[in-house]
């Protein structure tokens, strides 16, 4: 299984950005997917989820509102739109696929990783 984050990057506070997460070696449309981040010094912290088909989703409090998490199984991708990003936003990003019973906020409830792509937002 292979997850291969991309989309990072150096943007200006109140900028946007998009994140796209390809994966393969696995089926795609039956797997939930989520999105983590961490700062520097900081715990891995929620961002999203969706689930398999797309119906529901789920996002941090420090994001909602502002990041959007989508999916197209056709292409085996999940997203992450990133509005109104200021610098508390600065971390690596990382997509996951979620396995078992546990909470979707809860990065032990997640089995494969991508290597994550790192988003810098500048004040």
């Known amino acids: 299984v292979q997850l291969q984050a991309s989309g990072g990057g150096l943007v200006q506070a109140g900028g946007s950005l998009r994140l796209s997460c390809a994966v393969s070696?696995?089926?795609?449309?039956?797997?939930?997917m989520g999105w983590f981040r961490q700062a520097p010094g900081k715990e891995r912290e929620f961002v999203a989820y969706i689930k398999r088909n797309g119906d529901v989703r789920s996002y941090g409090a420090s994001v909602k509102g502002r990041f959007t998490i989508s999916r197209a199984n056709a292409k085996n991708t999940v997203y992450l739109q990133m509005n109104s990003l200021g610098p508390e936003d600065t971390a690596v990003y990382h997509c996951a696929t979620k396995f078992g019973y546990l909470r979707h906020e809860y990065p032990d409830g997640y089995n494969y990783w991508g290597q994550g792509t790192l988003v810098t937002v500048s004040s």
């Open positions: 070696g696995l089926d795609f449309s039956a797997t939930t």
